[in-house]
């Protein structure tokens, strides 16, 4: 296979395919869980798109300009949830960033291992290889994650991902 012969390209819940090649061919991939939050995101009246923010990141960026995000006990600055980025009225300088490297690692992880896996798996299943040709099923990708966690037994916030945006955001 020739060097970028296919390239991806994530904005926001969608995956933009160029298969370049004997026969070139462009495609679109739909990420249902990060279009979910971003969908719920819009209708709740306690948040507002931040328009600035997300042609930046080139992702849906939300802010909540009268509440803190997280609980009470928990409260955070910011949030990725898939795609999707959440910001309290005034998050530390650093949180942007953070949350920036969240949405990386979640398009690094889903094109790198995540959706070849869940293709592998769809081709046993009948229809399986058309529905992953438009849709990131993710299924493995969250259950890696939370499988990760119960083996590592790690306290929150010191899950790798967690680490390495810590790092990354630092200037
Ligand atoms: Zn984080």
Redesign the pocket.
């Known amino acids: 296979m020739p060097s970028l012969s296919h390239l991806s390209f994530p904005v926001g819940p969608l995956t933009l395919d160029w298969r370049r090649g004997e026969a070139t061919s462009f495609g679109v991939r739909l990420d249902p869980r990060s279009a979910g939050w971003m969908v719920a995101a819009a209708f709740d009246d306690r948040l507002e798109m931040d328009w600035r923010a997300a042609v930046s990141a080139g992702t849906a960026v939300f802010r909540a300009p009268r509440h803190r995000l997280g609980t009470p006990e928990e409260p955070h600055d910011g949030e ?1 949830v898939g795609s999707l980025i959440l910001l309290s009225t005034n998050p530390g300088a650093d949180t942007p960033g ?2 920036r490297v ?1 949405v990386l690692q979640h398009d690094f992880g889903r094109e790198l291992w995540s959706t070849p896996l869940d293709r592998w798996v769809a081709g046993f299943i009948p229809g399986g290889a058309t529905v992953t040709t438009w849709v990131d099923t993710g299924l493995l990708y969250g259950g890696f994650t939370w499988s990760l966690m119960e083996i590592l037994d790690l306290e929150r ?1 010191n899950e790798p ?2 680490v390495e ?2 790092f990354l955001e630092r200037r």
Do not use: F, L, V
């Open positions: 990725a953070h949350e969240h916030h991902w967690e945006a810590d």
